[in-house]
């Protein structure tokens, strides 16, 4: 199962770092009964139109598509995209196989391959809020044949469950062999297990991608939920989200419906032998359609923006969240933008997800997946709250475009994320915060700044500071509003005769949060 494609042009190599539980997402505490802060304000869209804008691009979608498909000789590719939880904008050409050639539509049947390792992932999440496992669980505890294997040195921790989730067991990169055991029964992969396992790495140490973790991981869920793994992901998670064509079984597929696997070689297209579903299943043995897989990317958008209400998904909206979230990072200095201009990103990988931001401070979430006869693609936008999706079925291709599709959604049609609105403790202090640096009105300090204002720095020095920029920056016009950072911190301008001065202000953890810190800068015009 080939690595997924987290940042244009480049492969995932991530840093080397420690991997221990963090505090669980599970409380003790019921949503019902969890006090909340009533003026907590999530983020929102300023004007929403994404659904307008995108199909009135909906043609460009089918033209990028068919031209990728063409030039990479995939005999058929089919393309969705999700504004939240609608399916809005689609694309298909070609073939599901060239004997009949049947064409592709939204309810084909592709092998998404590693795309079924967030599934597994999730599973395990689920039964980790459910009580019945710790991440922080010896992996031994499931499968006693671990406790038997050799680690690479005395001071190797045990192998922990999160280990299997973050791929930082220290198993070696096991593709493409790891594809081809696909459909092997339980029985080898235990015996895999009581032969011993091969370290590259230390365990805990480095990032290494690991089909063997998750073939492990979907062990796990059979042991621990007492279901078959299929079966519990089916009940569990599939059949909630109403993913009604989603199989694991080749047989088990509508014929007319299913998408037959090539490679292209010789300068022709080469049957691949269709792989059935086998104890390495939990690392990519899903079977879908975009129609079908379009909920589950919903499904994962629907975590944004953090927010108070009912949590009506498999798991937690919260759950989602931490799914989403690198464990480990990497710079990559010399990554491009769509345009092949350079933008730095940092990528990692969280569980059963990779997770990217660019130097335009986009975050975007993804994985890919590859085998024998196929490749396939998703990415989301949770500030942007879209989502991409891409199937085809030629061995181990990208079945899209990304850059094009890229610059498609953030420069022509020019998609914007939601912003973080002002909360009303940062609209009041930043008024009182503009009366204070022109009045210094005693009674005003003593009411909004926090006992460590002067402390750190005397009155009379911040004063006379702060008036000699006001002395530069001549008469005051207007004041804009706040840009928040977040609910207790942001910064505002006040427009001047000579320029503009710069304030920003931090508040305090307090139940009545106060000024902690206050910065005042001017920009000449």
Not at 234 to 249: A, F, V
Not at 257 to 278: F, S, T, V
Not at 425 to 432: D, E, G, S, T
Request: with cysteine; net charge negative.
């Amino acid at each position: 199962m080939k690595p997924p494609l987290f940042i244009i042009g480049l492969s995932l190599l991530l840093a080397s770092s420690s991997c221990k539980e963090k505090p669980s997402a599970t409380t003790q505490v019921s949503v019902a009964e969890r006090q909340v802060i009533n003026n907590f304000h999530p983020q929102a869209f300023e004007v929403d139109d994404r659904v307008g804008l995108i199909q009135a691009h909906a043609g460009e979608f089918q033209k990028l598509i068919e031209a990728h498909a063409q030039k990479e000789h995939i005999p058929g590719v089919v393309f969705g995209l999700v504004v939240d939880d609608q399916l809005v904008a689609t694309a298909a050409t070609g073939v599901l196989d060239l004997e009949q050639k049947r064409p592709t539509t939204l309810t084909s049947d592709f092998r998404i391959a590693s795309m079924t390792k967030s599934f597994t992932a999730m599973a395990i999440l689920k039964l980790r809020d459910e009580g019945k496992l710790s991440l922080s669980d010896p992996v031994e505890r499931y499968i006693p044949a671990m406790a038997k294997i050799s680690y690479p040195t005395s001071d190797s921790p045990v192998i922990d469950i999160e280990n299997l989730l973050t791929m930082t067991a220290g198993f070696p990169e096991d593709n493409p062999w790891g594809d081809r055991q696909l459909d092997e029964p339980d029985q080898m992969l235990m015996d895999l297990v009581s032969a011993g396992l091969s370290f590259s790495n230390v365990p805990s140490t480095t990032f290494e991608y690991s089909n063997t973790a998750y073939a492990l991981l979907g062990h796990l869920v059979t042991q621990i939920s007492g279901q078959p793994y299929q079966t519990y992901i089916t009940e569990q998670i599939l059949k909630p989200l109403k993913m009604d064509h989603t199989y694991w079984e080749i047989d088990q597929v509508p014929v007319k419906d299913l998408a037959i696997g090539y490679r292209w070689e010789d300068d022709q297209w080469k049957l691949e032998p269709m792989l059935h579903d086998g104890s390495f299943g939990a690392m990519g043995g899903l079977i879908t359609t975009i129609a079908d897989f379009s909920k589950y990317v919903s499904f994962h958008l629907s975590a944004w923006p953090p927010r108070s209400g009912e949590d009506k998904g498999p798991v937690k909206r919260s759950t989602l969240r931490e799914m989403q979230t690198p464990q480990f990072s990497s710079l990559y200095a010399d990554a491009k933008d769509w345009n092949d201009q350079p933008c730095p990103a940092i990528s990692g990988y969280g569980y059963g997800l990779g997770i990217a931001k660019n130097c335009k401070g986009t975050t975007s979430v993804s994985h890919g997946g590859a085998l024998p006869g196929f490749g396939s693609n998703y990415r989301f936008y949770p500030e942007y709250g879209v989502g991409i999706m891409a199937f085809g079925n030629l061995t181990y291709t990208s079945p899209w475009p990304l850059k094009e599709l890229s610059k498609l959604l953030f420069e022509t049609i020019g998609l914007q994320a939601r912003k973080l609105p002002i909360s009303n403790i940062l609209a009041q202090r930043q008024a009182q915060v503009a009366q204070l640096i022109t009045t210094w009105d005693p009674q005003l300090e003593e009411n909004i700044l926090a006992e460590n204002f002067y402390l750190d720095e005397a009155r009379e020095h911040r004063k006379a500071k702060i008036d000699s920029l006001f002395s530069i920056a001549g008469e005051i016009l207007g004041t804009d509003p706040i840009v928040p950072e977040n609910q207790l911190r942001g910064t505002f301008i006040l427009k001047t005769e000579k320029g503009a001065l710069h304030v920003y202000f931090t508040l305090t953890p307090e139940i009545d949060p106060k000024v902690q810190d206050l910065e005042v800068r001017f920009e000449p015009k």
